[in-house]
């Protein structure tokens, strides 16, 4: 009896800090806004840029430009490159496992020949390994083959004067070319005619990262000739 009171004691003395603990991190819980964001939250955010970008489609899809924000304020690439079949599906802020997202619905679904991609620097900012953002990027380039779409992939850029970041850039961007290599996908090398030393030449952004109007300009000269190339 004595042991059973003994037991009885210890078991609603650790129910009572269970407890103590237990309903802080409820409220806590319920008062984090990070937490209210659920999966089904994230898939409609995405939905809704989806919806943004196919309202711009053209009738007819050769090319597809997938990418971030450097991408999508390149804003109308058909007038940029004398086309008529350019779907631009760059969106601001988006890392490369956001941009998987998109995959199914604005590129597989279009099936389009080729799709041209430039990612990677928000996931550096934001600290993801680059080993991650590597893996992403695989899952890009043979989800694309597997489905008969032709990847083309540029080189993450430089930013300027960011000695740090760019030596991880460097490194990445030796990665995406060994693997379209051993893929056989084209790889451009951005940062051969748009970076110096100091990385991403200043005349061509307009904040160390995004484009200005004449990086646009060298940048789409440099894809004009690409495309002359392929097939439709």
Same mark, same amino acid.
């Given at each position: 009896?004595?042991?059973?009171?003994?037991?009885?004691?210890?078991?609603? *003395?650790?129910?009572?800090? #269970?407890?103590?603990?237990?309903?802080?991190?409820?409220?806590?819980?319920?008062? +984090?806004?990070?937490?209210?964001?659920?999966?089904?939250?994230?898939?409609?955010?995405?939905?809704?840029?989806?919806?943004?970008?196919?309202?711009?489609?053209?009738?007819?899809?050769?090319?597809?430009? #997938?990418?971030?924000?450097?991408?999508?304020?390149?804003?109308?690439?058909?007038?940029?490159?004398?086309?008529?079949?350019?779907?631009?599906?760059?969106?601001?802020?988006?890392?490369?496992?956001?941009?998987?997202? #998109?995959? +199914?619905?604005? /590129?597989?679904?279009?099936?389009?020949?080729?799709?041209?991609?430039?990612?990677?620097?928000? +996931?550096?900012?934001?600290?993801?390994?680059?080993?991650?953002?590597?893996?992403?990027?695989?899952?890009?380039?043979?989800?694309?083959?597997?489905?008969?779409?032709?990847?083309? /992939?540029?080189?993450?850029?430089?930013?300027?004067?960011?000695? =740090?970041?760019? /030596?991880?850039?460097?490194?990445?961007?030796?990665?995406?070319?060994?693997?379209?290599?051993?893929?056989?996908?084209?790889?451009?090398?951005?940062? =051969?005619?748009?970076?110096?030393?100091?990385?991403?030449?200043?005349? #061509?952004?307009?904040?160390?990262?995004?484009?200005?109007?004449?990086?646009?300009? *060298?940048?789409? +000269?440099?894809?004009?000739? /690409?495309?002359?190339?392929?097939?439709?």
């Amino acid at each position: 009896m004595k042991n059973t009171f003994i037991i009885s004691i210890l078991f609603n *003395i650790i129910l009572a800090i #269970l407890l103590t603990y237990a309903i802080p991190y409820q409220f806590s819980k319920k008062q +984090d806004p990070v937490k209210k964001i659920s999966k089904f939250e994230i898939q409609q955010l995405a939905a809704k840029r989806i919806e943004r970008i196919m309202k711009q489609s053209p009738k007819k899809i050769s090319i597809v430009m #997938l990418g971030n924000s450097i991408t999508e304020y390149g804003g109308d690439w058909n007038n940029r490159l004398g086309r008529t079949d350019i779907l631009n599906c760059g969106q601001g802020g988006y890392t490369t496992g956001q941009l998987i997202w #998109l995959l +199914d619905s604005c /590129v597989i679904s279009i099936k389009p020949r080729y799709c041209i991609i430039l990612a990677g620097i928000n +996931d550096l900012s934001l600290g993801i390994p680059i080993n991650k953002i590597f893996n992403n990027y695989q899952t890009i380039i043979d989800t694309l083959l597997a489905n008969s779409i032709q990847p083309i /992939v540029q080189s993450t850029l430089y930013q300027t004067g960011n000695a =740090e970041g760019n /030596v991880k850039v460097t490194y990445l961007n030796y990665l995406l070319e060994a693997y379209c290599k051993e893929k056989y996908v084209t790889f451009i090398n951005m940062n =051969e005619f748009m970076a110096d030393q100091n990385g991403l030449i200043p005349e #061509l952004t307009t904040d160390r990262t995004h484009l200005s109007n004449r990086g646009y300009e *060298i940048w789409s +000269d440099k894809l004009a000739q /690409v495309i002359s190339e392929l097939s439709f």
